[in-house]
Antibody, heavy 122, light 107 residues
Framework: VQLLESGGDLVQPGGSLRLSCAAS????????MTWVRQAPGKGLEWVST????????FYADSVKGRFTISRDNSNNALHLQMISLRAEDTALYYC????????????????WGQGTPVTVSS | DIQMTQSPSTLSASVGDRVTITCRAS??????LAWYQQPSGRAPHLLIYKTSNLQSGVPSRFSGSGSGTEFTLTISSLQPDDFATYYCQQYITNSATFGQGTKVEIK
């Protein structure tokens, strides 16, 4: 099981960025996926979730209207389109599998990637 | 969104100590509560799911309990690898919020 994030970069305030997460080793299309971020020296902050089949999306108030989560089940990929970026969006962005209620350790999963860094600065 | 509050924010303890971390939810999350460990400079990893179930490979000195709005993570005898930051997460909703974290430091 692997989650590999990419797309993080240095971007100016007001700019845009698209993050991606390549998933492998598990039935990606059957799992709700989330983006979680961690600002330098701070805790984990849930950013957004997308459900597995119907693709319903959910956003933290801090990113609503600026970030868009999407998934490509045919290519086992998760994306986060970010626009109107602010300094407070600076963080390490993690791809994270939302634990299904039915999940047990009978189906081995690694729930986190290693993260991709986003820096918003002029 | 459901607010998750952990206490304490920082905990100083010695190897061999019994350690307890508390997580409170602003509304009931039933038993849909997970605990994660994040060593310094590394990605988080799952310790416990559904309140009290250990992830594979997690030592039995870790345990979880609670229901509804109040939960605890206990480490029965703290080991050197356990000095890290711990987070609770509710997943009763798709807006799967985290507590602010508890840093376990060496006393």
């Amino acid at each position: 099981v692997q989650l590999l994030e990419s797309g993080g970069d240095l971007v100016q305030p007001g700019g845009s960025l698209r993050l991606s997460c390549a998933a492998s080793g598990f039935a990606f299309s059957g799992f709700a996926m989330t983006w979680v971020r961690q600002a330098p020296g701070k805790g984990l902050e849930w950013v957004s979730t997308i459900t597995p089949y119907d693709g319903r999306t959910f956003y933290a108030d801090s990113v609503k209207g600026r970030f868009t989560i999407s998934r490509d089940n045919s290519n086992n990929a998760l994306h986060l389109q970010m626009i109107s970026l602010r300094a407070e969006d600076t963080a390490l962005y993690y791809c994270h599998i939302l634990i299904p209620r039915s999940w047990t350790t009978d189906y081995p999963l690694e729930f986190w990637g290693q993260g991709t860094p986003v820096t918003v600065s002029s | 969104d459901i607010q998750m509050t952990q206490s304490p924010s920082t905990l100083s303890a010695s190897v061999g100590d019994r350690v307890t971390i508390t997580c409170r939810a602003s509304q009931s999350v039933d038993s849909w509560l997970a605990w994660y460990q994040q060593p310094s400079g590394r990605a988080p990893h799952l310790l416990i799911y559904k309140t009290s179930n250990l992830q594979s490979g997690v030592p039995s000195r870790f345990s979880g309990s609670g229901s509804g709005t109040e939960f605890t993570l206990t480490i029965s005898s703290l080991q050197p690898d356990d000095f890290a930051t711990y987070y609770c997460q509710q997943y009763i909703t798709n807006s799967a919020t985290f507590g602010q974290g508890t840093k376990v430091e060496i006393k």
